[in-house]
C-alpha cells in the first residue's frame, strides 16, 4: 500500500452475523465489484480499534469521499476506503452511514475468508494499511 497509509491495529471481534446477507445482495455485489474489482467474500470482517490513530482515522473516514456504496430505497448509504491486512490480504473498511454506528468497529470485507486465510479467532489482532481519500 501507498506510504500515505494509516496504520491501524484492530482486533476481531464477533459481529451481528448481518453481513453475509448485505455482501450476497446483488446491488451491494455489483458495487463492489464495479467499485472496488472484487466481489466481496459473504460476510465481513469485524473489528474493535480504539485510541487516538484509530479516532484520527475514523474522523478522517467521515470527512473524506472515500468510495461510495449507493443503495437502493431502504438501504443505508456507506463508503469504504481501501486497504491491506497484515501486509498480505486486499479488502476495503466498510462505513455505514448511519447514526448510531458503533464508534469502536470497523467492518472489513475482502475477496478471500480472512479468518480462514489468516487462522484467526475473535480475540486476535490484526495489522491495516487503510487509505483514506
Same mark, same amino acid.
Request: hydrophobic content about 40%; proline content about 6%; glycine content about 12%.
Given at each position: 500500500?501507498? &506510504?500515505?497509509?494509516?496504520?491501524?491495529?484492530?482486533?476481531?471481534?464477533?459481529?451481528?452475523?448481518?453481513? +453475509?446477507?448485505?455482501?450476497?445482495? $446483488?446491488?451491494? $455485489?455489483?458495487?463492489? =465489484? +464495479? #467499485? @472496488?474489482?472484487?466481489s466481496?467474500?459473504?460476510?465481513?470482517?469485524?473489528?474493535? @480499534?480504539?485510541?487516538? %490513530?484509530? %479516532?484520527?482515522a =475514523? *474522523?478522517?473516514m467521515? *470527512?473524506?469521499?472515500?468510495?461510495?456504496? %449507493?443503495p437502493?430505497?431502504?438501504f443505508?448509504?456507506?463508503?469504504?476506503?481501501? @486497504?491491506?491486512?497484515d501486509?498480505?490480504i486486499?479488502?476495503?473498511?466498510v462505513? !455505514?452511514?448511519?447514526?448510531?454506528?458503533?464508534? $469502536? #468497529?470497523?467492518?472489513?470485507?475482502? !475477496?478471500?475468508?480472512?479468518?480462514?486465510?489468516?487462522?484467526?479467532?475473535?480475540?486476535? &489482532?490484526?495489522?491495516?494499511?487503510?487509505?483514506?481519500?
Amino acid at each position: 500500500m501507498s &506510504c500515505g497509509a494509516t496504520v491501524l491495529d484492530g482486533c476481531l471481534r464477533s459481529g451481528l452475523g448481518e453481513g +453475509a446477507g448485505f455482501t450476497a445482495l $446483488d446491488w451491494v $455485489d455489483r458495487q463492489f =465489484r +464495479a #467499485k @472496488l474489482g472484487y466481489s466481496p467474500y459473504p460476510g465481513t470482517l469485524n473489528l474493535s @480499534l480504539r485510541g487516538g %490513530d484509530w %479516532d484520527s482515522a =475514523r *474522523q478522517a473516514m467521515a *470527512q473524506a469521499r472515500g468510495i461510495a456504496i %449507493d443503495p437502493p430505497s431502504g438501504f443505508c448509504a456507506a463508503k469504504c476506503f481501501t @486497504l491491506v491486512i497484515d501486509g498480505r490480504i486486499q479488502g476495503a473498511a466498510v462505513l !455505514p452511514e448511519v447514526a448510531d454506528y458503533p464508534g $469502536d #468497529k470497523l467492518e472489513i470485507v475482502a !475477496p478471500v475468508p480472512v479468518r480462514e486465510a489468516l487462522r484467526l479467532s475473535d480475540g486476535d &489482532c490484526i495489522t491495516l494499511h487503510l487509505l483514506i481519500v
